[in-house]
T-cell receptor, first 111, second 117 residues
Framework: GQNIDQPTEMTATEGAIVQINCTYQ??????LFWYQQHAGEAPTFLSY????GLEEKGRFSSFLSRSKGYSYLLLKELQMKDSASYLC????????????FGSGTQLTVLP | GAVVSQHPSRVICKSGTSVKIECRSL??????MFWYRQFPKQSLMLMAT?????????EQGVEKDKFLINHASLTLSTLTVTSAHPEDSSFYIC?????????????FGPGTRLTVL
């Protein structure tokens, strides 16, 4: 099975940088995903890490350390529209490649 | 590309009735689709994995006779909530995995808000 932990809430200021951490314990690992979800909407894909290291995509970056069971999502130059829930999800090795989601981190960006 | 639609987006029904939710991959083929349920301020919980042409695989605690899943084609999966009760009120989201190995992520539909009175 999978066990995924991430902070419940975070607050940051517009223009700042925020790091959202995610730790996981897994019986099988085949990649870690970050999704953004605004209230009442479906999740949208942000990033995917399967190897150790940093993946950068615009204002968003994601880091993975498989040996530590640890990932973070880094958001730079925060904008008000970045206020949302950020979901960490781990994919297993099974044929279906299911995703197990963490409880999500609700980020509030203040002016 | 890689768009997933859901219909209806919102449904209100009386207790005891059945509700069907459709999930379609609009511009790609999806051999596997996933059905999630999300209660307010909680994360997505996988209900079942739907494979085209075969029976769905249900997660522990999900009643297969209550949540009927049909994946009749490579672009359509349906979830039917039978004899719905107020506790079934939730946000139901489907996702589809692209048949090509070049795609890693699942593509999510916009979700269906079910309210059972």
């Amino acid at each position: 099975g999978q066990n995924i932990d991430q902070p419940t809430e975070m607050t940051a200021t517009e223009g700042a940088i925020v790091q959202i951490n995610c730790t996981y314990q897994t019986s099988g690992f085949n990649g870690l995903f970050w999704y953004q979800q605004h209230a009442g909407e479906a999740p949208t894909f942000l990033s995917y890490n399967v190897l150790d290291g940093l993946e950068e995509k615009g204002r968003f970056s994601s880091f993975l350390s498989r040996s530590k069971g640890y990932s973070y999502l880094l958001l730079k130059e925060l904008q008000m529209k970045d206020s949302a829930s950020y979901l960490c999800a781990v994919r297993d090795r099974g044929s279906a490649r299911q995703l197990t989601f963490g409880s999500g981190t609700q980020l509030t960006v203040l002016p | 590309g890689a768009v997933v639609s859901q219909h209806p987006s919102r449904v209100i029904c009386k207790s005891g009735t059945s509700v069907k939710i459709e999930c379609r991959s609009l511009d790609f083929q999806a051999t596997t689709m996933f059905w999630y349920r999300q209660f307010p301020k909680q994360s997505l919980m996988l209900m079942a994995t739907s494979n085209e042409g075969s029976k769905a695989t249900y997660e522990q605690g999900v009643e297969k006779d209550k949540f009927l899943i049909n994946h009749a084609s490579l672009t359509l999966s349906t979830l039917t909530v039978t004899s719905a009760h107020p506790e079934d009120s939730s946000f139901y989201i489907c996702s589809a995995k692209h048949s090509s190995q070049n795609y890693n992520e699942q593509f999510f539909g916009p979700g269906t808000r079910l309210t059972v009175l």
